[in-house]
T-cell receptor, first 116, second 115 residues
Framework: DGGITQSPKYLFRKEGQNVTLSCEQN?????MYWYRQDPGQGLRLIYY???????QKGDIAEGYSVSREKKESFPLTVTSAQKNPTAFYLC???????????????FGSGTQLSVL | GESVGLHLPTLSVQEGDNSIINCAYS??????FIWYKQESGKGPQFIID?????DKRQGQRVTVLLNKTVKHLSLQIAATQPGDSAVYFC??????????????FGSGTQLTVLP
């Protein structure tokens, strides 16, 4: 089945530790996105990538880093600089850039990150 | 309608009734709108979308209405079923089209279907 796979489903971070959230898609989508979801709030954009080897900061990029070495993969690292990392993290992709229909996002199942 | 904060608006409906979920969007220049359904602990699922050159769009059991005059969006679900229980949220996108970079998401409405 085509889709977006996020792993792990649950992740715990110790103070001072960096953790990496995985996101893989087999939809052949060009663009990929990371969002953070806090209870009772709308999704907030962390980073996005429209093409391999290129990515841009979103609205809340501080304390996070990403890479886009392959079209299929867009891992997110939550660094120790992120002081309030507890949240539900969602990866998404969209078909292509520059087209008329690529605002439509397809989401993974999410990773719940908690601080120990 | 949706609001920012810790407590989501809630809507309870009887199974088989129609549901109407409302969303007030913020920017009159937004030209694309999308509704998602999110079940607890899962990622959002696309329901239906609409562009600003339309007032209404229908899908399977769902209809989206757009009122640009008052910047209001609604999602109507016909014959609501227990499986429809979830958080529903809308998103608006600013032009230029071609990227989800400027999608702004609402906080959502919790729909509960009563037996």
């Amino acid at each position: 089945d085509g889709g977006i796979t996020q792993s792990p489903k649950y992740l715990f971070r110790k103070e001072g530790q960096n953790v990496t959230l995985s996101c893989e898609q087999n939809l052949n989508h060009d663009a990929m996105y990371w969002y953070r979801q806090d209870p009772g709030q709308g999704l907030r954009l962390i980073y996005y990538s429209q093409i391999v080897n290129d990515f841009q900061k979103g609205d809340i990029a501080e304390g996070y880093s990403v890479s886009r070495e392959k079209k299929e993969s867009f891992p997110l690292t939550v660094t120790s600089a992120q002081k309030n990392p507890t949240a539900f993290y969602l990866c998404a992709s969209s078909p292509r850039t520059g087209g008329a229909t690529n605002e439509k996002l397809f989401f993974g199942s999410g990773t719940q990150l908690s601080v120990l | 309608g949706e609001s920012v904060g810790l407590h989501l608006p809630t809507l309870s409906v009887q199974e088989g009734d129609n549901s109407i979920i409302n969303c007030a969007y913020s920017n009159s220049a937004s030209d694309y709108f999308i509704w998602y359904k999110q079940e607890s602990g899962k990622g959002p699922q696309f329901i239906i979308d609409i562009r600003s050159n339309m007032d209404k769009r229908q899908g399977q059991r769902v209809t989206v209405l757009l009122n640009k005059t008052v910047k209001h969006l609604s999602l109507q679900i016909a014959a609501t079923q227990p499986g429809d229980s979830a958080v529903y949220f809308c998103a608006e996108n600013l032009p230029p089209s071609g990227s989800a970079r400027q999608l702004t998401f609402g906080s959502g409405t919790q729909l509960t279907v009563l037996p």
